[in-house]
């Protein structure tokens, strides 16, 4: 079956512009998280989802970062008024569930997003 | 609280040769520990893990050993090919988080022929 897919695989913007990043997680799978990784740098939380519970957000840096998740499954990524230093990668995983059991995340290629 | 500290952040092995990544870690709290393969372009793909309650785990050429009392574990490989040179990360995981995963910085693996 098919992995995590990301779309689009590079976005490049200006400052000040908004961008919409997309996961599609494996069917299936109720657990979807958003990690950034920047350049030569570990991957970093940013927000989890889990069914229909409210959403993690405790990682997102700022307002002007949001998520969202349809029907448990697509995601978006919300970054309003883009600024430089939004600029990395933005990798997606999902899981089968979360909490206990060690639950392997998989992940999608990622989007690299460069803020001009 | 939350860090995972990874060392070193690049290596260079010969060919046959042991690769060694080290991982340190405050937070007793954390209850699994994977690590991650990532090769350019590509999104982390799990390598092997381990949970405290063993001190080793080992999955072919590829070994984890767990020093519970040190807060500290490590990533050995055995007989390095060209084709493991990629970015490995350990992270770690509090059960109680749901499974968000805390990552180390990351360590550039070259694998020379």
């Known amino acids: 079956g098919a992995g995590v897919s990301q779309s689009p695989s590079n976005k490049v913007t200006e400052k000040g512009k908004d961008v919409e990043l997309r996961c599609d997680p494996i069917?299936?799978?109720?657990?979807l998280y958003w990690y950034r990784q920047s350049l030569g740098q570990g991957l970093e939380f940013l927000i989890y989802f889990q069914g229909n519970s409210a959403p993690d957000k405790s990682g997102l840096p700022s307002d002007r970062f949001s998520a969202e998740r349809t029907g448990g499954s697509v995601s978006t990524l919300t970054i309003q008024r883009t600024q430089q230093e939004d600029s990395a990668v933005y990798l997606c995983a999902s899981s089968l569930a979360s909490g206990g059991g060690g639950n392997e995340q998989f992940f999608g290629p990622g989007t690299r997003l460069t803020v001009l | 609280q939350q860090q995972v500290k990874q060392s070193p952040q690049s290596l260079i092995v010969q060919k046959g040769g042991i690769s060694i990544i080290n991982c340190a870690y405050e937070n007793t709290a954390f209850d699994y520990f994977p690590w991650y393969q990532q090769f350019p372009g590509k999104g982390p793909a799990l390598l092997i893990a381990i949970r405290p309650d063993v001190s080793e785990k080992k999955e072919g050429r590829f070994t984890i050993s767990f020093n519970k009392s040190a807060k500290q574990f490590s990533l050995h490989i055995m007989d390095s090919q060209p084709g493991d040179s990629a970015t490995y990360f350990c992270?770690?995981?509090?059960?109680?988080?749901?499974?968000?995963?805390?990552f180390g910085e990351g360590t550039q693996l070259t694998v020379n022929p």
């Open positions: 069917s299936g799978h109720t657990a």
């Open positions: 992270a770690a995981r509090i059960g109680s988080h749901g499974s968000r995963l805390t």
